[in-house]
């Protein structure tokens, strides 16, 4: 109880910090302030000015060491050079330090395409978002560059420009053997695209925006946003409509961008990206699975874990022309720990709370117990299994299941292409029965959902 008392004291601290920067930036007087619920700090702020309302939003910092360029700051200035420049995007008013935030205009809209009118308002936004993004892609560089945001050149450092990005923080952070992640990175390295040579602003977490009455009234989140391939945010929005459908048919969007940009689109360049943007984002998350931090939203970061890694793999199949096979796995529902799990569930629900952003804590912990039940009945068995499949794959025998990944992956990183099929199988499977075993979950969920939209009509 002491300690919620302090997290509660904490944030009421934040908050007030806020409002007073609010106030001293913008001029007038905070009204309204609510913290949205969400596993990154957020607000919605009404703020009273010269007899006016203004709606705004307050972006803070994600926390936790999993972004490849962690200054928020960042984000502001590149929002900032969109808006200047005639992109869609929030108006930006400044930028606390002390606590990091972005302070915004709210922008009326939703992003959930089930809220439009009709299909046709649906595919409306869709194709609205499209040409927005294209013509981001078509916007000088120079700006940017200007600004800090590297610009790459030649074949390899264009097409890789995000794994670049994001691979010194992996290499920071990485405290356990990830023979997946290392398996796509050596497959990605062979296999870059040696005719992607034009670089453009990209977003590289796509297919974000919001609309009201049939009008897109801005792209939005832009933390990962670099000069890249421009077919990168065909394959992040991709990637996103399995989860959050994009309004229209990818296929039919991805002729769309064709014939707004007036040039081709290779769909093997945008497989290739798929299968980059799942890795890169695999192992931005990677090391706060394998060893987590105090204050992560632990469950969060879970669900985007087995559902990226599924992602991969899927990609991975459809670049390679392998068909996706589902294992057999015997599934047990509860496990020797059964009886006390159910208690804790329980002792977890009965937690009293006194605000929404508080109950959102305690469902998180919820998820994290239910997980753990199912850990609890299938773990070994999984790892059992697991264990034999490498020992085959490599003519060895482990003493112990905790042996077995740093063995794969030094495998992984010195075999050549010739395994390549081999060695995807025996990721697949290992996914497969994980979805096998967690999808039912709250956590697992997003991953049994997984189904990568195709590029052109078929």
């Given at each position: 109880m002491q300690m919620l008392d302090e997290q509660v004291g904490a944030n009421a601290l934040i908050e007030q910090k806020l409002r007073t920067f609010v106030e001293q930036l913008v001029g007038g007087k905070v009204t309204g302030m609510q913290r949205l619920l969400r596993w990154r700090p957020a607000w919605n702020l009404e703020l009273e000015r010269d007899g006016e309302t203004l709606q705004?939003?307050?972006?803070?910092?994600?926390?936790?060491?999993?972004?490849?360029?962690?200054?928020?700051?960042?984000?502001?200035?590149?929002?900032?050079?969109?808006?200047?420049?005639?992109?869609?995007?929030?108006h930006i008013y400044g930028y606390c330090e002390d606590p990091p935030a972005i302070v915004m205009a709210l922008v009326a809209g939703t992003r959930d395409v089930a809220a439009a009118a009709n299909a046709q308002e649906r595919r409306s936004v869709a194709?609205?978002?499209?040409?927005?993004?294209?013509?981001?892609?078509?916007?000088?560089?120079?700006?940017?560059?200007?600004?800090?945001?590297?610009?790459?050149?030649?074949?390899?450092?264009?097409?890789?420009?995000?794994?670049?990005?994001?691979?010194?923080?992996?290499?920071?952070?990485?405290?356990?053997?990830?023979?997946?992640?290392?398996?796509a990175l050596g497959w990605l390295r062979r296999n870059v695209p040696q005719h992607r040579i034009k670089p453009a602003f990209v977003q590289y977490d796509s297919g974000q925006y919001l609309f009201e009455n049939g009008q897109v009234n801005a792209l939005y989140d832009f933390e990962f946003a670099m000069i890249g391939d421009p077919l990168a945010d065909l394959a992040s929005a991709r990637m996103r409509d399995n989860y959050e459908p994009l309004g229209e048919r990818f296929s039919d969007l991805y002729r769309y961008y064709q014939e707004v940009t007036g040039e081709a689109a290779d769909a093997d360049v945008v497989r290739y990206h798929t299968v980059l943007f799942s890795t890169v984002s695999t192992m931005q998350f990677s090391a706060t699975v394998a060893t987590p931090q105090p204050g992560d939203p632990h469950d969060t970061y879970i669900e985007f874990d087995i559902a990226l890694r599924r992602v991969v793999v899927h990609a991975l199949a459809e670049a390679m022309g392998i068909a996706i096979e589902t294992p057999q796995l015997p599934i047990v529902s509860a496990g020797p720990n059964a009886q006390l799990l159910m208690m804790l569930a329980d002792a977890v629900e009965q937690i009293e709370v006194s605000s929404d952003f508080q109950k959102s804590k305690r469902t998180a912990a919820g998820k994290i117990v239910e997980y753990l039940s199912k850990a609890d009945a299938m773990a070994l068995h999984l790892q059992h299994v697991e264990q034999s499949d490498v020992e085959k794959l490599l003519g060895l025998r482990f003493d112990e299941y905790g042996q077995i990944d740093e063995a794969l992956e030094a495998f992984v990183k010195s075999a050549g292409a010739e395994y390549d099929e081999r060695l995807l199988r025996l990721f697949m499977a290992q996914i497969e029965r994980r979805v096998l075993v967690y999808g039912a979950t709250a956590i697992g969920g997003s991953a049994s959902h997984i189904d990568l939209p195709p590029i052109e009509p078929q």
């Open positions: 705004l939003h307050l972006r803070g910092e994600r926390g936790g060491d999993v972004s490849p360029f962690p200054d928020l700051r960042r984000e502001a200035d590149i929002l900032s050079l969109l808006g200047q420049q005639g992109i869609p995007v929030p194709r609205q978002y499209v040409r927005a993004m294209a013509a981001m892609h078509q916007l000088p560089l120079e700006p940017f560059v200007a600004q800090g945001i590297a610009l790459p050149q030649g074949a390899d450092a264009i097409t890789l420009a995000g794994l670049e990005a994001y691979y010194p923080l992996y290499v920071r952070n990485k405290t356990k053997p990830q023979p997946l992640a290392e398996f």
